[in-house]
Protein backbone atom coordinates (compact mmCIF):
# COMPACT_ATOMS: atom_id res chain seq x y z
CA UNK A 1 0.00 0.00 0.00
CA UNK A 2 2.92 2.50 0.45
CA UNK A 3 4.10 1.57 -2.85
CA UNK A 4 1.07 2.14 -3.98
CA UNK A 5 1.34 6.04 -2.52
CA UNK A 6 4.55 6.68 -4.17
CA UNK A 7 3.29 5.58 -7.57
CA UNK A 8 -0.10 8.02 -7.33
CA UNK A 9 2.42 10.73 -5.89
CA UNK A 10 1.03 10.51 -2.70
CA UNK A 11 3.25 11.18 0.44
CA UNK A 12 2.47 9.18 3.61
CA UNK A 13 2.53 11.29 6.70
CA UNK A 14 1.08 9.97 10.02
CA UNK A 15 -2.07 11.69 10.68
CA UNK A 16 -2.82 12.88 14.50
CA UNK A 17 -6.17 14.54 15.53
CA UNK A 18 -4.13 17.07 17.20
CA UNK A 19 -2.58 18.66 13.53
CA UNK A 20 -6.50 18.75 12.18
CA UNK A 21 -9.02 21.51 13.18
CA UNK A 22 -11.40 20.67 11.30
CA UNK A 23 -11.42 17.08 9.55
CA UNK A 24 -15.04 17.71 8.03
CA UNK A 25 -13.82 20.33 5.92
CA UNK A 26 -10.56 18.26 4.93
CA UNK A 27 -12.98 15.48 3.88
CA UNK A 28 -15.55 18.11 1.81
CA UNK A 29 -12.40 19.82 0.02
CA UNK A 30 -10.68 16.63 -1.38
CA UNK A 31 -11.87 14.04 -3.79
CA UNK A 32 -11.83 10.01 -2.68
CA UNK A 33 -8.89 7.99 -5.04
CA UNK A 34 -10.80 4.97 -6.47
CA UNK A 35 -9.73 1.31 -5.86
CA UNK A 36 -7.04 0.10 -3.45
CA UNK A 37 -4.77 3.34 -2.77
CA UNK A 38 -6.23 6.32 -5.40
CA UNK A 39 -5.35 3.44 -8.09
CA UNK A 40 -5.96 5.21 -11.78
CA UNK A 41 -8.72 4.25 -13.41
CA UNK A 42 -9.40 3.07 -17.10
CA UNK A 43 -10.72 6.77 -17.95
CA UNK A 44 -7.49 8.41 -17.31
CA UNK A 45 -7.00 8.43 -13.53
CA UNK A 46 -9.63 9.36 -10.39
CA UNK A 47 -9.42 13.26 -10.35
CA UNK A 48 -8.25 15.03 -7.56
CA UNK A 49 -9.70 18.42 -5.97
CA UNK A 50 -7.24 19.03 -3.96
CA UNK A 51 -4.38 18.69 -6.78
CA UNK A 52 -2.37 22.16 -6.82
CA UNK A 53 -2.53 23.74 -10.24
CA UNK A 54 0.76 23.19 -12.31
CA UNK A 55 2.00 24.78 -15.24
CA UNK A 56 3.39 23.16 -18.20
CA UNK A 57 7.18 22.22 -18.33
CA UNK A 58 9.43 24.64 -19.73
CA UNK A 59 10.52 23.70 -23.23
CA UNK A 60 7.16 21.21 -23.49
CA UNK A 61 8.84 18.61 -21.25
CA UNK A 62 6.32 16.46 -19.58
CA UNK A 63 4.45 18.05 -16.37
CA UNK A 64 6.07 16.78 -13.16
CA UNK A 65 4.26 14.30 -10.72
CA UNK A 66 2.41 16.34 -8.07
CA UNK A 67 3.23 15.12 -4.28
CA UNK A 68 -0.24 15.22 -2.06
CA UNK A 69 0.10 14.91 1.47
CA UNK A 70 -1.81 11.76 2.83
CA UNK A 71 -3.31 14.27 5.33
CA UNK A 72 -5.82 15.15 2.59
CA UNK A 73 -6.78 12.01 0.67
CA UNK A 74 -9.57 9.34 1.66
CA UNK A 75 -9.35 5.87 0.37
CA UNK A 76 -11.55 3.24 -0.64
CA UNK A 77 -10.82 -0.55 -0.16
CA UNK A 78 -12.95 -3.77 -1.64
CA UNK A 79 -13.63 -6.25 0.90
CA UNK A 80 -15.35 -9.75 0.84
CA UNK A 81 -18.21 -10.97 2.75
CA UNK A 82 -17.56 -12.72 6.02
CA UNK A 83 -13.95 -10.90 6.35
CA UNK A 84 -12.79 -11.16 10.48
CA UNK A 85 -13.11 -8.68 12.35
CA UNK A 86 -9.88 -8.88 13.75
CA UNK A 87 -8.21 -8.58 9.67
CA UNK A 88 -10.39 -5.27 9.32
CA UNK A 89 -9.26 -3.74 12.71
CA UNK A 90 -5.96 -4.37 11.40
CA UNK A 91 -6.55 -2.81 7.93
CA UNK A 92 -7.79 0.21 9.79
CA UNK A 93 -4.73 0.61 11.75
CA UNK A 94 -2.45 0.68 8.78
CA UNK A 95 -4.28 3.05 6.65
CA UNK A 96 -4.80 5.62 9.58
CA UNK A 97 -1.73 5.57 11.56
CA UNK A 98 0.94 4.05 9.41
CA UNK A 99 -0.20 6.00 6.60
CA UNK A 100 -1.88 8.95 7.65
CA UNK A 101 -5.15 8.35 5.56
CA UNK A 102 -7.76 10.61 7.13
CA UNK A 103 -11.35 8.75 6.04
CA UNK A 104 -10.96 5.41 4.93
CA UNK A 105 -14.05 3.85 3.12
CA UNK A 106 -14.42 -0.31 2.88
CA UNK A 107 -17.21 -1.77 0.38
CA UNK A 108 -18.21 -5.47 -0.96
CA UNK A 109 -16.44 -5.90 -4.16
CA UNK A 110 -20.12 -6.87 -4.78
CA UNK A 111 -21.88 -4.15 -4.05
CA UNK A 112 -19.50 -2.07 -6.45
CA UNK A 113 -20.07 -4.35 -9.02
CA UNK A 114 -23.97 -4.10 -8.73
CA UNK A 115 -23.08 -0.15 -8.80
CA UNK A 116 -21.46 -0.38 -11.96
CA UNK A 117 -24.47 -3.19 -13.39
CA UNK A 118 -27.59 -0.36 -12.33
CA UNK A 119 -25.25 2.27 -13.68
CA UNK A 120 -25.90 2.63 -17.87
CA UNK A 121 -22.37 3.14 -18.23
CA UNK A 122 -21.81 -0.07 -16.82
CA UNK A 123 -24.85 -2.17 -18.53
CA UNK A 124 -23.37 -1.23 -22.03
CA UNK A 125 -20.34 -3.12 -20.83
CA UNK A 126 -22.43 -6.33 -20.19
CA UNK A 127 -23.09 -9.10 -22.60
CA UNK A 128 -25.98 -11.23 -22.17
CA UNK A 129 -25.88 -15.19 -22.53
CA UNK A 130 -28.95 -16.55 -24.78
CA UNK A 131 -28.67 -20.19 -24.94
CA UNK A 132 -25.76 -22.21 -23.48
CA UNK A 133 -25.27 -24.12 -26.38
CA UNK A 134 -21.30 -24.95 -26.83
CA UNK A 135 -20.85 -26.63 -30.79
CA UNK A 136 -16.92 -27.42 -29.76
CA UNK A 137 -15.39 -28.51 -26.42
CA UNK A 138 -12.68 -25.71 -27.01
CA UNK A 139 -15.76 -23.50 -25.89
CA UNK A 140 -17.73 -21.70 -28.85
CA UNK A 141 -18.57 -18.35 -27.91
CA UNK A 142 -22.65 -18.48 -27.53
CA UNK A 143 -25.20 -15.58 -28.77
CA UNK A 144 -25.16 -12.83 -26.64
CA UNK A 145 -26.74 -9.05 -26.52
CA UNK A 146 -27.07 -6.10 -24.26
CA UNK A 147 -29.36 -6.70 -21.55
CA UNK A 148 -32.12 -4.09 -20.54
CA UNK A 149 -32.84 -2.17 -17.21
CA UNK A 150 -35.61 -3.89 -15.89
CA UNK A 151 -35.66 -0.69 -13.00
CA UNK A 152 -35.77 -3.27 -9.83
CA UNK A 153 -32.83 -2.18 -8.77
CA UNK A 154 -32.04 -5.84 -8.09
CA UNK A 155 -28.42 -7.72 -8.72
CA UNK A 156 -27.46 -10.86 -8.05
CA UNK A 157 -23.74 -10.94 -7.86
CA UNK A 158 -21.71 -14.31 -9.00
CA UNK A 159 -18.10 -13.51 -7.73
CA UNK A 160 -16.22 -16.26 -8.84
CA UNK A 161 -12.15 -15.56 -8.38
CA UNK A 162 -9.39 -16.89 -7.34
CA UNK A 163 -9.73 -18.05 -3.57
CA UNK A 164 -13.70 -18.31 -3.19
CA UNK A 165 -17.07 -18.25 -5.37
CA UNK A 166 -19.42 -15.62 -3.76
CA UNK A 167 -23.07 -15.13 -4.16
CA UNK A 168 -24.28 -11.99 -2.84
CA UNK A 169 -27.75 -11.08 -3.71
CA UNK A 170 -27.93 -7.10 -3.59
CA UNK A 171 -30.83 -4.59 -3.37
CA UNK A 172 -29.73 -1.06 -4.20
CA UNK A 173 -26.66 -1.81 -4.36
CA UNK A 174 -26.63 -2.87 -0.68
CA UNK A 175 -25.97 -6.71 0.07
CA UNK A 176 -28.57 -8.61 1.47
CA UNK A 177 -26.76 -10.23 4.21
CA UNK A 178 -29.08 -13.29 5.30
CA UNK A 179 -28.90 -14.37 1.64
CA UNK A 180 -24.96 -13.76 1.11
CA UNK A 181 -23.92 -18.01 -0.03
CA UNK A 182 -20.29 -19.41 -0.03
CA UNK A 183 -18.92 -21.68 -2.48
CA UNK A 184 -15.20 -23.02 -1.45
CA UNK A 185 -13.99 -23.69 -4.93
CA UNK A 186 -12.01 -21.23 -6.41
CA UNK A 187 -9.09 -20.86 -9.23
CA UNK A 188 -6.37 -22.09 -6.53
CA UNK A 189 -8.28 -24.91 -6.26
CA UNK A 190 -8.51 -26.04 -10.05
CA UNK A 191 -5.16 -24.96 -10.38
CA UNK A 192 -3.95 -26.75 -7.03
CA UNK A 193 -6.09 -30.19 -8.73
CA UNK A 194 -3.78 -29.57 -11.58
CA UNK A 195 -0.57 -29.48 -9.78
CA UNK A 196 -1.26 -32.87 -8.23
CA UNK A 197 -2.48 -34.84 -11.36
CA UNK A 198 0.27 -33.36 -13.30
CA UNK A 199 2.84 -34.86 -10.37
CA UNK A 200 1.16 -37.88 -10.37
CA UNK A 201 1.15 -38.81 -14.10
CA UNK A 202 4.57 -37.01 -15.18
CA UNK A 203 6.52 -33.95 -13.32
CA UNK A 204 6.46 -32.50 -10.16
CA UNK A 205 4.90 -29.44 -10.64
CA UNK A 206 3.84 -28.60 -7.01
CA UNK A 207 6.34 -25.91 -6.49
CA UNK A 208 5.17 -24.78 -9.91
CA UNK A 209 2.32 -22.74 -8.98
CA UNK A 210 2.88 -19.69 -11.91
CA UNK A 211 3.36 -22.55 -14.72
CA UNK A 212 0.48 -24.78 -13.92
CA UNK A 213 -1.65 -21.30 -13.35
CA UNK A 214 -0.75 -20.59 -17.10
CA UNK A 215 -1.52 -23.80 -18.31
CA UNK A 216 -4.77 -23.73 -16.76
CA UNK A 217 -5.44 -20.58 -18.94
CA UNK A 218 -4.42 -21.21 -21.70
CA UNK A 219 -6.02 -25.08 -21.98
CA UNK A 220 -9.23 -25.46 -19.33
CA UNK A 221 -12.77 -25.19 -20.74
CA UNK A 222 -15.87 -25.94 -19.24
CA UNK A 223 -18.42 -28.79 -20.99
CA UNK A 224 -21.66 -27.55 -21.78
CA UNK A 225 -23.30 -30.10 -19.55
CA UNK A 226 -22.63 -32.33 -16.40
CA UNK A 227 -24.29 -35.38 -19.07
CA UNK A 228 -22.10 -34.63 -21.67
CA UNK A 229 -18.67 -34.86 -18.69
CA UNK A 230 -19.73 -38.48 -17.97
CA UNK A 231 -19.81 -39.73 -21.35
CA UNK A 232 -16.50 -37.84 -22.15
CA UNK A 233 -14.93 -39.29 -19.67
CA UNK A 234 -16.37 -42.58 -20.42
CA UNK A 235 -15.09 -42.75 -24.18
CA UNK A 236 -11.91 -41.26 -23.07
CA UNK A 237 -11.35 -45.04 -21.36
CA UNK A 238 -11.89 -46.31 -24.92
CA UNK A 239 -9.36 -43.52 -26.53
CA UNK A 240 -5.71 -44.15 -26.59
CA UNK A 241 -3.88 -40.98 -24.79
CA UNK A 242 -2.86 -38.29 -27.19
CA UNK A 243 -5.05 -39.45 -29.79
CA UNK A 244 -7.85 -37.96 -28.08
CA UNK A 245 -9.58 -34.75 -30.22
CA UNK A 246 -9.13 -32.55 -26.98
CA UNK A 247 -5.42 -34.32 -26.13
CA UNK A 248 -2.83 -30.67 -26.35
CA UNK A 249 0.40 -30.38 -24.86
CA UNK A 250 1.71 -27.20 -22.58
CA UNK A 251 4.90 -26.52 -24.10
CA UNK A 252 7.04 -25.22 -21.21
CA UNK A 253 9.61 -21.81 -21.29
CA UNK A 254 13.17 -22.56 -21.28
CA UNK A 255 13.94 -19.30 -19.54
CA UNK A 256 16.38 -18.59 -22.29
CA UNK A 257 15.07 -17.84 -25.44
CA UNK A 258 11.19 -18.30 -24.09
CA UNK A 259 9.03 -16.73 -21.02
CA UNK A 260 6.04 -18.16 -21.81
CA UNK A 261 4.65 -21.11 -22.13
CA UNK A 262 2.70 -22.39 -25.51
CA UNK A 263 0.01 -24.83 -26.69
CA UNK A 264 0.59 -27.50 -29.49
CA UNK A 265 -1.09 -30.96 -30.75
CA UNK A 266 -0.73 -33.87 -28.81
CA UNK A 267 1.91 -35.95 -30.64
CA UNK A 268 -0.42 -38.56 -31.80
CA UNK A 269 -2.97 -36.02 -32.95
CA UNK A 270 0.63 -34.27 -34.71
CA UNK A 271 1.53 -37.92 -36.39
CA UNK A 272 -2.14 -38.06 -37.90
CA UNK A 273 -1.71 -34.53 -39.29
CA UNK A 274 1.53 -35.23 -40.94
CA UNK A 275 -0.07 -38.36 -42.33
CA UNK A 276 -2.73 -37.09 -44.02
CA UNK A 277 -0.67 -34.09 -45.21
CA UNK A 278 1.51 -37.27 -46.84
CA UNK A 279 -1.61 -38.72 -48.61
CA UNK A 280 -2.56 -35.63 -50.00
CA UNK A 281 0.59 -34.76 -51.44
CA UNK A 282 0.60 -38.41 -52.70
CA UNK A 283 -2.76 -37.70 -53.97
CA UNK A 284 -1.52 -34.41 -55.82
CA UNK A 285 1.30 -36.37 -57.37
CA UNK A 286 -1.36 -39.05 -58.52
CA UNK A 287 -3.23 -36.57 -60.44
CA UNK A 288 -0.52 -34.83 -61.60
CA UNK A 289 0.89 -37.48 -63.56
CA UNK A 290 -2.44 -38.82 -64.84
CA UNK A 291 -2.37 -35.57 -66.27
CA UNK A 292 0.62 -35.79 -67.95
CA UNK A 293 -0.45 -38.98 -68.86
CA UNK A 294 -2.71 -37.42 -70.56
CA UNK A 295 -1.12 -34.83 -72.38
CA UNK A 296 1.33 -37.29 -74.15
CA UNK A 297 -1.20 -38.76 -75.80
CA UNK A 298 -3.06 -36.19 -76.87
CA UNK A 299 0.22 -34.80 -78.11
CA UNK A 300 1.05 -38.31 -80.09
CA UNK A 301 -2.60 -38.01 -81.39
CA UNK A 302 -2.29 -34.92 -82.99
CA UNK A 303 1.40 -35.80 -84.83
CA UNK A 304 0.12 -39.10 -85.91
CA UNK A 305 -2.81 -37.53 -87.32
CA UNK A 306 0.07 -34.49 -89.12
CA UNK A 307 2.09 -37.57 -90.45
CA UNK A 308 -0.66 -39.07 -92.30
CA UNK A 309 -1.79 -36.03 -93.69
CA UNK A 310 1.69 -35.14 -94.89
CA UNK A 311 1.91 -38.69 -96.60
CA UNK A 312 -1.39 -38.46 -98.80
CA UNK A 313 0.37 -35.06 -100.29
CA UNK A 314 3.52 -36.47 -101.50
CA UNK A 315 2.59 -38.17 -104.78
CA UNK A 316 5.79 -38.22 -106.25
CA UNK A 317 7.96 -40.62 -105.43
CA UNK A 318 11.15 -39.09 -106.62
CA UNK A 319 10.57 -36.36 -104.42
CA UNK A 320 9.94 -38.97 -101.74
CA UNK A 321 13.25 -41.12 -102.07
CA UNK A 322 15.07 -37.96 -101.91
CA UNK A 323 13.38 -36.74 -98.52
CA UNK A 324 14.06 -39.87 -97.26
CA UNK A 325 17.84 -39.19 -97.80
CA UNK A 326 17.64 -35.77 -96.71
CA UNK A 327 15.87 -37.32 -93.86
CA UNK A 328 18.08 -39.81 -92.89
CA UNK A 329 21.08 -37.51 -92.91
CA UNK A 330 19.35 -34.75 -90.78
CA UNK A 331 18.89 -38.36 -88.00
CA UNK A 332 22.21 -38.74 -87.99
CA UNK A 333 23.40 -35.19 -86.80
CA UNK A 334 20.59 -35.33 -84.73
CA UNK A 335 21.41 -38.47 -82.80
CA UNK A 336 25.06 -36.91 -82.65
CA UNK A 337 23.47 -34.22 -81.02
CA UNK A 338 21.18 -36.06 -78.81
CA UNK A 339 24.45 -37.61 -77.15
CA UNK A 340 26.62 -34.33 -76.49
CA UNK A 341 22.96 -33.36 -74.81
CA UNK A 342 23.09 -36.69 -72.74
CA UNK A 343 26.49 -36.28 -71.35
CA UNK A 344 25.71 -32.35 -70.53
CA UNK A 345 22.96 -33.65 -68.19
CA UNK A 346 25.27 -36.42 -66.95
CA UNK A 347 27.47 -34.23 -65.66
CA UNK A 348 25.22 -31.54 -64.23
CA UNK A 349 22.20 -34.05 -63.10
CA UNK A 350 22.44 -32.98 -59.17
CA UNK A 351 22.04 -29.28 -59.83
CA UNK A 352 18.97 -29.45 -62.13
CA UNK A 353 17.39 -31.29 -59.33
CA UNK A 354 17.95 -28.17 -56.69
CA UNK A 355 17.65 -25.39 -59.16
CA UNK A 356 14.36 -24.05 -59.97
CA UNK A 357 15.02 -23.00 -64.14
CA UNK A 358 12.72 -22.57 -66.60
CA UNK A 359 12.95 -26.41 -67.96
CA UNK A 360 12.00 -28.11 -65.45
CA UNK A 361 8.69 -29.79 -65.07
CA UNK A 362 5.85 -29.87 -63.37
CA UNK A 363 6.28 -33.12 -61.52
CA UNK A 364 10.49 -32.33 -61.10
CA UNK A 365 9.06 -28.81 -58.80
CA UNK A 366 6.98 -31.09 -57.27
CA UNK A 367 9.33 -33.21 -55.86
CA UNK A 368 11.50 -30.86 -54.85
CA UNK A 369 9.00 -28.92 -53.52
CA UNK A 370 7.71 -32.22 -51.17
CA UNK A 371 11.89 -32.70 -50.18
CA UNK A 372 12.02 -29.08 -48.30
CA UNK A 373 8.92 -29.30 -46.71
CA UNK A 374 9.84 -32.89 -45.86
CA UNK A 375 12.88 -31.46 -44.65
CA UNK A 376 11.46 -28.75 -42.90
CA UNK A 377 9.45 -30.73 -41.01
CA UNK A 378 12.02 -32.94 -39.75
CA UNK A 379 13.44 -30.34 -38.54
CA UNK A 380 10.69 -29.05 -36.78
CA UNK A 381 9.51 -32.00 -34.98
CA UNK A 382 13.12 -32.16 -33.81
CA UNK A 383 12.99 -29.32 -32.24
CA UNK A 384 9.65 -29.48 -30.66
CA UNK A 385 10.65 -32.49 -29.16
CA UNK A 386 13.14 -31.55 -27.92
CA UNK A 387 11.35 -28.58 -25.37
CA UNK A 388 9.59 -30.19 -22.82
CA UNK A 389 5.68 -30.17 -22.83
CA UNK A 390 2.48 -31.21 -20.16
CA UNK A 391 0.70 -33.18 -21.73
CA UNK A 392 -2.60 -32.43 -20.68
CA UNK A 393 -5.98 -34.36 -22.08
CA UNK A 394 -9.14 -35.31 -19.80
CA UNK A 395 -7.78 -32.77 -17.07
CA UNK A 396 -8.87 -29.73 -19.42
CA UNK A 397 -12.20 -29.89 -18.70
CA UNK A 398 -12.11 -32.19 -15.37
CA UNK A 399 -10.55 -29.75 -13.43
CA UNK A 400 -12.76 -26.87 -13.95
CA UNK A 401 -15.85 -29.08 -13.61
CA UNK A 402 -15.59 -28.96 -9.62
CA UNK A 403 -16.85 -25.63 -10.40
CA UNK A 404 -20.11 -27.55 -10.92
CA UNK A 405 -19.54 -30.44 -8.94
CA UNK A 406 -17.78 -30.05 -5.44
CA UNK A 407 -18.20 -33.56 -4.06
CA UNK A 408 -15.64 -34.84 -6.75
CA UNK A 409 -12.82 -33.75 -4.88
CA UNK A 410 -14.46 -34.39 -1.38
CA UNK A 411 -16.40 -31.30 -0.61
CA UNK A 412 -19.71 -31.22 0.82
CA UNK A 413 -21.24 -28.61 -1.34
CA UNK A 414 -23.56 -28.00 -4.32
CA UNK A 415 -22.43 -26.65 -7.05
CA UNK A 416 -22.23 -22.54 -8.25
CA UNK A 417 -26.05 -23.48 -9.67
CA UNK A 418 -27.62 -24.87 -6.36
CA UNK A 419 -25.64 -22.40 -4.27
CA UNK A 420 -27.27 -19.66 -6.53
CA UNK A 421 -30.51 -21.42 -6.44
CA UNK A 422 -30.14 -21.10 -2.19
CA UNK A 423 -29.48 -17.65 -2.14
CA UNK A 424 -32.34 -16.58 -4.13
CA UNK A 425 -34.44 -18.46 -1.70
CA UNK A 426 -32.80 -16.94 1.67
CA UNK A 427 -33.99 -13.22 -0.04
CA UNK A 428 -37.71 -11.97 0.93
CA UNK A 429 -39.97 -13.16 -1.30
CA UNK A 430 -40.73 -9.89 -3.77
CA UNK A 431 -36.76 -9.61 -4.67
CA UNK A 432 -36.95 -13.57 -5.93
CA UNK A 433 -38.45 -12.59 -9.39
CA UNK A 434 -35.73 -9.70 -9.93
CA UNK A 435 -32.65 -11.70 -8.43
CA UNK A 436 -33.29 -14.44 -11.18
CA UNK A 437 -33.41 -11.69 -14.21
CA UNK A 438 -30.35 -10.06 -13.15
CA UNK A 439 -27.63 -12.40 -12.62
CA UNK A 440 -24.04 -11.00 -13.55
CA UNK A 441 -21.11 -13.06 -13.02
CA UNK A 442 -17.79 -11.46 -12.35
CA UNK A 443 -14.20 -13.20 -11.40
CA UNK A 444 -11.43 -14.72 -13.25
CA UNK A 445 -13.42 -17.85 -13.42
CA UNK A 446 -16.03 -16.67 -16.12
CA UNK A 447 -13.04 -16.10 -18.40
CA UNK A 448 -12.81 -20.10 -18.51
CA UNK A 449 -14.28 -20.52 -22.00
CA UNK A 450 -18.19 -22.40 -21.68
CA UNK A 451 -18.33 -21.13 -18.05
CA UNK A 452 -21.07 -18.85 -18.56
CA UNK A 453 -22.99 -21.02 -20.81
CA UNK A 454 -22.67 -23.87 -18.36
CA UNK A 455 -23.74 -21.99 -15.69
CA UNK A 456 -27.23 -20.58 -17.37
CA UNK A 457 -27.73 -23.82 -18.93
CA UNK A 458 -28.21 -25.39 -15.17
CA UNK A 459 -29.18 -22.57 -13.90
CA UNK A 460 -32.38 -22.59 -15.67
CA UNK A 461 -33.10 -26.17 -15.10
CA UNK A 462 -32.54 -25.30 -11.11
CA UNK A 463 -34.54 -22.39 -10.82
CA UNK A 464 -38.82 -22.26 -10.61
CA UNK A 465 -40.81 -22.28 -14.24
CA UNK A 466 -42.55 -19.10 -13.30
CA UNK A 467 -39.34 -17.08 -13.01
CA UNK A 468 -37.36 -15.83 -15.98
CA UNK A 469 -33.66 -16.48 -15.67
CA UNK A 470 -30.89 -13.92 -17.35
CA UNK A 471 -27.17 -14.08 -16.94
CA UNK A 472 -24.55 -11.52 -17.84
CA UNK A 473 -21.42 -11.11 -17.69
CA UNK A 474 -18.85 -8.01 -18.23
CA UNK A 475 -16.43 -7.68 -21.14
CA UNK A 476 -13.76 -7.51 -18.65
CA UNK A 477 -15.23 -9.64 -15.57
CA UNK A 478 -11.75 -8.85 -13.26
CA UNK A 479 -11.78 -5.15 -13.28
CA UNK A 480 -15.41 -4.86 -13.14
CA UNK A 481 -16.36 -4.47 -9.52
CA UNK A 482 -12.75 -1.78 -9.71
CA UNK A 483 -14.51 0.30 -11.87
CA UNK A 484 -18.26 0.16 -10.17
CA UNK A 485 -15.76 0.93 -6.84
CA UNK A 486 -14.37 4.31 -8.29
CA UNK A 487 -18.03 5.73 -9.72
CA UNK A 488 -19.05 5.43 -6.33
CA UNK A 489 -15.98 7.15 -5.13
CA UNK A 490 -16.90 9.78 -7.55
CA UNK A 491 -20.51 9.58 -6.94
CA UNK A 492 -19.64 10.22 -2.95
CA UNK A 493 -17.18 13.47 -3.93
CA UNK A 494 -20.01 15.14 -5.61
CA UNK A 495 -22.80 14.41 -3.21
CA UNK A 496 -20.41 16.05 -0.24
CA UNK A 497 -20.78 19.62 -2.10
CA UNK A 498 -24.50 19.03 -3.23
CA UNK A 499 -27.38 16.57 -3.76
CA UNK A 500 -28.44 15.41 -7.69
CA UNK A 501 -32.25 15.64 -8.41
CA UNK A 502 -32.71 11.55 -8.13
CA UNK A 503 -33.91 10.62 -4.61
CA UNK A 504 -33.52 7.42 -5.17
CA UNK A 505 -29.99 7.67 -6.33
CA UNK A 506 -28.99 9.87 -3.37
CA UNK A 507 -30.33 7.03 -1.00
CA UNK A 508 -27.85 5.22 -2.37
CA UNK A 509 -25.11 7.67 -2.30
CA UNK A 510 -26.44 8.37 1.15
CA UNK A 511 -25.77 4.35 2.28
CA UNK A 512 -22.15 4.37 0.47
CA UNK A 513 -20.96 7.22 2.31
CA UNK A 514 -21.79 5.44 5.83
CA UNK A 515 -18.94 2.85 4.82
CA UNK A 516 -16.57 5.41 5.23
CA UNK A 517 -14.72 6.22 8.71
CA UNK A 518 -12.47 9.41 9.31
CA UNK A 519 -10.11 9.44 11.79
CA UNK A 520 -11.83 10.92 14.91
CA UNK A 521 -14.22 8.37 14.55
CA UNK A 522 -12.57 5.68 14.48
CA UNK A 523 -10.36 6.36 17.46
CA UNK A 524 -13.72 6.31 19.20
CA UNK A 525 -14.66 3.00 17.90
CA UNK A 526 -16.78 3.10 14.71
CA UNK A 527 -16.68 1.22 11.92
CA UNK A 528 -18.60 0.91 8.70
CA UNK A 529 -21.22 -0.91 7.36
CA UNK A 530 -19.26 -2.53 4.64
CA UNK A 531 -21.77 -1.89 2.28
CA UNK A 532 -24.61 -4.68 3.76
CA UNK A 533 -28.20 -4.08 4.35
CA UNK A 534 -29.68 -5.54 7.55
CA UNK A 535 -32.66 -7.82 6.95
Known sequence: WRRICDLEGIRAQPLHADDVADLSAVWAATTLGSGGGKKRGAGGGSSRAATPAMGGAAGGGEVPVPTLSSMGCQVLLLTQPFTPRSISDRVD?????????????KILGQCAASARYVDPEGRGELRLVNGGVISEGEGAEAQISHPDDDETECCLVVDSGFSLTHVVPTYQCQA???????L???????????????????WNMMDETAL??????????VLPSSGQYDAEMAEARKTRVGYREYDREFVLPDFAETFTGSVRLASGLRKRLDQKEREKERRERKELKKRQKQKEREKEEAERKEKTAEGKSKDDANAKRGNIKKAGKRKMGTENANKEEDADYDDNAAGDDEVDSDEETDEQRLKRIQRMKEEERRRRELEEESRQALALSVERFAAPEILFRPDDVGLDQGGIAETIVQSVEACPDYLRAAMYQNVLITGGNARIPGFTQRLESELRSLAPSQYAVR??????????????????????SISAVSAGPNPSKNETIAAFRKCFVDRIQWEAGATGNNGTEDD
Open 212 to 221: VNEAKEALCY
Open 184 to 202: NVGGRTITNLLKEWVSYRQ
Open 471 to 492: VCVPQDPVTYAWKGAQKISQQV
Open 93 to 105: EVWFRDLGFVRVG
Open 176 to 182: VSRAIRL
